[in-house]
Every structure is written in structure tokens, then in C-alpha cells.
């Protein structure tokens, strides 16, 4: 087939100024994200002023009210058609309440009150929700090559990347600039977070807005079958769809590692290495290899095959925190700053490219679905996944906590903790996470749905819709 007759099948190409517009989102996103996974919960404990157990409790409600509300929020958007565009419209709609719950998540005017602390955090992820869900729609909809969505997927976990570079490396060093005590772990740094997160929120709502403006919705549910979607098609897209359900187990365990080695880095760096000094170095680290081999994922990917490319990528990765774990356990080492720094490239260089790739499923499952009912629900999977990363996430709120009380870790001690306490941190850093990924190794070599696969399925949907 010519290129004329793909484009009138769904095969879009798209320019770089598109691919770049819809990766943006990601990158406004992960400036909210990527704070809130990081630095919320030592902002809780060390600013903010509530307990470690008391943090993680709170953690684990909001991520019970988005079982709830996601389904809702997949539902409404796979149903609906507003004037603005059926997915892209909620990066505007959710996107301006998204910046203001996120600013008051860091206000530390009601400081130590519960409640503040659960009706901002619950309005934050609500409204995230309302945008992550359309976002992770709107890729399935821009077009069905499968080509053309891998230099999306890259294109977009480059700049989700980049925005966790940002969050990584210049959070850290605008709040202790910022903070009369030039640290962000103290009573002190309140107002320092507070201006930190308000520069962050507003430039991604800018960010939503220029993706908005770059993408439009080409690979859409008929009208007709919009009237049908319900939220118990969540469960039933469950049963039917097993890439779906390999892809949604792949995603709690790949956010589980992720949320809890993210939470603990500043208590690590803090608490056991004693360089709160090189935190951004370190933070930044898991995402700088970003920018080396997420370009080169189509090639690596052509060559070995995307199933050992999640293998051999998960393993860097385990070897990468099995590294830190030696390091970390010996005195000697672990003042070796640059030990430290190349134990957490090469872990993260894992990570990324693994957990990276891995949204390049979604559409896929996506048109699987649509091959075996005949509907184009992106709405109802991306709520489907979307539970299940934030299961991940709330996995990575509450461990962390309760294991850092199960320890003893002092919140009211600025300087050092006890030796069970700095092992507890490990444990969060390196041992947890590698646990984590070996499931997740095991659960991904389950995917059977290989590219050629993928694109006889989207040419027969395609052909259906020519008749």
C-alpha cells in the first residue's frame, strides 16, 4: 500500500511538531507527578508536620477514591463528544483545576491539619485523573501504525523524562534556595515549596494547553457506539481482553517499584549516604538516561524483538539496584559519592527504558479489544490501566510509610536515624524494588501480542470499516 491509501486507513503519519505537541503533556503532567511521587510525602512528614503512618493512611484512601473515580471519569470520556475535541478537551477542562489543587497540596498554611492534607490531596488526583485518562486516550487515537506510535511513545517518555529531570534536579535546588535554612527537609522551607510548586503547576498548565492546540483526535469509537459505553465495561473488557490484563498486572508492579524507590531517594540520600547536598545529582539521575536510549528504543527494538528488549532492560535494572545495595551496606563504599551516582544510572537506565515502552501497549490492547468486540473504548482501558498504576502508586505511598514507622524513622531528627531505620531506607531503595521487578519481568514474558500481530490486527479493523 501506497501512503495515501494508509492515511485514509488510519495510518497517520505525523510531524514532529504533532509528535512533540502530544508528547508535551507528559512533560506537564510529570511536573505535577513527578513532585508529588518524590517530595510529597517527606513535605508531609518533615514540613507539613504529620506523621510517617499517618501520611501513608492518607495515601492509601485517595488511591481507594480512584477506583472509584476512574472508571467514572473512562466512561464519561469514551461517552461523550465535547465541542473542544473527545479526548484532548480535558486537558484544559482538568487541567486548570489540576494546577490549583496541585499549588495548595504545598501550601503549608493549614499546617498539620488532616483534613486540609486529604480534601487538597483527594482534588489533586481527582482532577489528574481528568487529565491523564483522555491524555493516555489520545494516543490510540491519533493513529493505528504501529511504527508511528513507537516514535510517539519515545517522543512522549522523552519528555515525561525531561519533566522528571526537571522535578529531580530543580526542585531540590529552587526550595533550598528559597528556604531560610537552605534545606527542604525542615519546618523552615514551607513558603519554599509553596512558590517551587506554583512555578511548576502553572508552566504545565501551559504545556496542556500547547498540547491541546497540536493534536486531534483520527481513530475514534463510531458515534453510534458511544451511546452504549458504561462503567461495567471496565470488567468486562477485563475478562475478555487477556493483553489487557497481562498489560494492567505489568503496570501495578512497574509503578509499585517506581513510587517507592522515587519516595525514598531524599530520605536516602539524607539519612544514609549524608549528602542532602547531591540529592538533585542523584534525583536527576533517574531520568538523565532518558535522553541517551529512548531515541535508540525503535532501533533496540527492531533488532532484539520487544519482548527481550523489556528483559534485558529489567535486568540492567535489577543489576543497577543490586549495585546500590552493596554500595549502600558498606561504609567504606558508600562515602564514594560516584559509587552511588553510577549504581543509580545504571538502575535507572533500566527502569526508564522498560516502564518507558511499556505505554506503547496501551493502544495496542486498545485495538485488540476493537478486533475481538468491534468498539474503540481507549477511555474505559486507559481508566482500566489507570487503576492500576495508581494501585502501583499507592503501593509506593503506603510502604514507604508504614515501613519507615515500622522502623523507627524520627521525623522530628533533621540529622541521622538509627541503624535499623537507615536500613529500612534501603530496603526501600534497592531490595523492595528489585523484588518488584523480577515479578514484573515475569508477568511482561506473558505478552504474546508481537508487532506483526499488532498490524494484521489494525489492517482487518481497518478493512472492516471499508465494507
Known amino acids: 500500500m501506497n501512503s495515501i491509501s494508509n ?8 510531524s514532529w511538531i504533532q509528535r512533540i505537541g502530544f508528547g508535551s503533556g507528559d512533560l506537564a503532567q510529570n511536573l505535577i507527578y513527578q513532585t508529588v511521587a518524590q517530595y510529597l510525602l ?4 518533615n514540613v507539613y508536620g504529620l506523621p510517617a503512618a499517618t501520611a501513608a493512611f492518607m495515601f492509601l484512601i485517595v488511591r481507594l477514591v480512584d477506583v472509584a473515580w476512574d472508571p467514572l ?4 470520556v469514551d461517552k461523550h463528544n465535547p465541542k473542544l475535541g473527545k479526548y484532548r478537551s480535558y486537558l484544559v477542562l482538568g487541567g486548570i483545576p489540576l494546577t490549583a489543587f496541585a499549588i495548595l497540596c504545598f501550601w503549608n498554611g493549614f499546617s498539620g491539619s488532616l483534613l486540609y492534607a486529604y480534601i487538597t490531596y483527594v482534588g489533586l488526583s481527582m482532577c489528574y485523573t481528568l487529565v491523564n485518562v483522555p ?8 493513529t493505528r501504525d504501529t511504527d508511528e506510535i513507537t516514535k510517539l511513545t519515545s517522543t ?3 519528555f515525561a523524562n525531561l519533566g522528571g529531570l526537571a522535578v529531580a534536579y530543580g526542585v531540590p535546588v529552587l526550595v533550598r534556595s528559597l528556604s531560610p535554612d537552605h534545606s527542604m527537609a525542615s519546618s523552615e522551607a514551607g513558603h519554599a515549596w509553596f512558590v517551587t510548586m506554583t512555578i511548576y503547576a502553572i508552566v504545565g498548565l501551559a504545556l496542556l494547553i500547547f498540547t491541546f492546540t497540536q493534536t486531534k483526535e483520527r481513530v475514534v469509537m463510531d458515534k453510534a457506539d458511544t451511546d452504549k459505553v458504561k462503567v461495567s465495561d471496565l470488567v468486562t473488557e477485563f475478562k475478555r481482553n487477556r493483553p489487557l490484563r497481562i498489560l494492567a498486572f505489568f503496570f501495578i ?3 509499585a517499584m517506581m513510587a517507592i524507590g522515587n519516595s525514598a531517594g531524599s530520605y536516602y540520600m539524607i539519612y544514609n549516604v549524608h549528602a542532602e547536598n547531591m540529592l538533585p545529582y542523584f534525583a536527576a539521575l533517574g531520568s538523565i538516561p532518558a535522553f541517551i536510549f529512548m531515541p535508540l528504543i525503535p532501533t533496540i527494538k527492531k533488532m532484539i524483538g520487544k519482548r527481550n528488549m523489556f528483559i534485558v532492560f529489567l535486568s540492567i535494572a535489577i543489576f543497577g539496584m543490586a549495585l546500590l545495595y552493596i554500595i549502600s551496606s558498606v561504609d567504606a563504599l558508600k562515602t564514594q559519592i560516584w559509587l552511588v551516582l553510577a549504581a543509580q544510572f545504571i538502575k535507572s537506565t533500566g527502569v526508564i527504558v522498560a516502564t518507558g515502552y511499556m505505554w506503547a501497549l496501551v493502544p495496542e490492547v486498545i485495538s485488540y479489544g476493537e478486533y475481538t468486540t468491534g468498539r474503540r473504548i481507549s477511555g474505559i482501558v486507559n481508566a482500566l490501566t489507570g487503576i492500576f498504576y495508581k494501585a502501583g502508586m499507592a503501593l509506593g505511598g503506603v510502604v514507604p510509610g508504614f515501613l519507615l514507622a515500622f522502623a523507627g524513622f524520627n521525623e522530628k531528627n533533621p540529622t541521622t536515624q538509627s541503624a535499623f531505620a537507615q536500613q529500612g531506607i534501603l530496603w526501600l531503595v534497592a531490595v523492595i524494588p528489585a523484588l518488584l521487578l523480577i515479578l514484573a519481568m515475569f508477568i511482561i514474558t506473558k505478552y504474546e501480542l508481537d508487532d506483526e500481530r499488532i498490524d494484521e490486527i489494525n489492517q482487518e479493523i481497518e478493512n472492516r470499516h471499508l465494507k
Not at 7 to 14: C, M, N, R
Not at 73 to 76: H, R
Not at 135 to 142: E, H, Q, V
Open 253 to 255: 508492579t512497574s509503578f
Open 135 to 142: 491524555y493516555g486516550a489520545l494516543n490510540a487515537s491519533l
Open 7 to 14: 492515511e485514509t486507513k488510519g495510518f497517520y503519519k505525523l
Open 73 to 76: 471519569v473512562g466512561a464519561w
Open 156 to 158: 512522549r517518555m522523552f
Open 42 to 45: 517527606i513535605f508531609y512528614t
